[in-house]
């Protein structure tokens, strides 16, 4: 499978991985396998770490509480568990960069570091000077959340290769259906 890493932080890549959950929801980490390699392909860890069923399950209740922190309104406070679970992840070590005498850099961790990457992320995520760049994409059916570096911050999609580019597309189909058509060059010009 192939992943997508366009939120600007690795905690909301993370959330990302089941999409539109207001329809299909689909899951992106279907197996054990998929999660290790999704820590590989966001270049949390070189190789995959290993991942037995149970720590499946964590991870995936780890991505479930950091979607229901980002989802509860800014007015009420967060759900104290959550909080808890994901304090608790974050306080583990992190994978750990090595440099060989060949100039080669290896990222090394196992499952616990790779969730302490993803947790501390997503603590990061709400720190208050990130709080008016965290924002939801506004795709028609995506539920992806990402922190907009946007020199204006004006970002409006997660990415322009799916939900920019199909928003831009609806919107020159609905320009074209309201701009009347010029004449053809057989049709007479009215004098």
Same mark, same amino acid.
């Given at each position: 499978?192939?992943?997508?890493?366009?939120?600007?932080?690795?905690?909301?890549? @993370?959330?990302?991985?089941?999409?539109?959950?207001?329809?299909?929801?689909?899951?992106?980490?279907?197996?054990?396998?998929?999660?290790?390699?999704?820590?590989?392909?966001?270049?949390?860890?070189?190789?995959?770490?290993?991942?037995?069923?149970?720590?499946?399950?964590?991870?995936?209740?780890?991505?479930?509480?950091?979607?229901?922190?980002?989802?509860?309104?800014?007015?009420?406070?967060?759900?104290?568990?959550?909080?808890?679970?994901?304090?608790?992840?974050?306080?583990?070590?992190?994978?750990?960069?090595?440099?060989?005498?060949?100039?080669?850099?290896?990222?090394?961790?196992?499952?616990?570091?790779?969730?302490?990457?993803?947790?501390?992320?997503?603590?990061?995520? @709400?720190?208050?000077?990130?709080?008016?760049?965290?924002?939801?994409?506004?795709?028609?059916?995506?539920?992806?959340? @990402?922190?907009?570096?946007?020199?204006?911050?004006?970002?409006?999609?997660?990415?322009?290769?799916?939900?920019?580019?199909?928003?831009?597309?609806?919107?020159?189909?609905?320009?074209?259906?309201?701009?009347?058509?010029?004449?053809?060059?057989?049709?007479?010009?009215?004098?």
């Amino acid at each position: 499978m192939t992943f997508e890493f366009v939120a600007g932080n690795l905690a909301l890549d @993370f959330v990302a991985t089941v999409a539109e959950r207001r329809t299909t929801a689909e899951e992106r980490l279907p197996t054990a396998g998929d999660l290790a390699q999704w820590f590989v392909d966001a270049g949390v860890v070189d190789a995959p770490p290993a991942v037995d069923e149970t720590a499946y399950r964590l991870a995936l209740q780890l991505r479930e509480s950091i979607w229901g922190l980002l989802t509860t309104d800014a007015d009420r406070p967060l759900d104290e568990s959550a909080v808890a679970d994901l304090n608790r992840q974050a306080a583990s070590p992190v994978p750990v960069a090595s440099l060989d005498a060949d100039r080669r850099v290896t990222t090394e961790g196992d499952l616990p570091a790779c969730l302490a990457a993803v947790a501390r992320a997503a603590i990061d995520a @709400f720190r208050p000077e990130n709080a008016r760049h965290l924002k939801w994409c506004e795709g028609t059916d995506c539920t992806r959340p @990402f922190l907009d570096a946007s020199r204006a911050s004006n970002r409006r999609w997660c990415g322009m290769a799916g939900c920019g580019d199909r928003a831009k597309a609806a919107a020159y189909r609905a320009r074209k259906r309201a701009t009347p058509p010029l004449p053809t060059p057989q049709q007479s010009l009215p004098r």
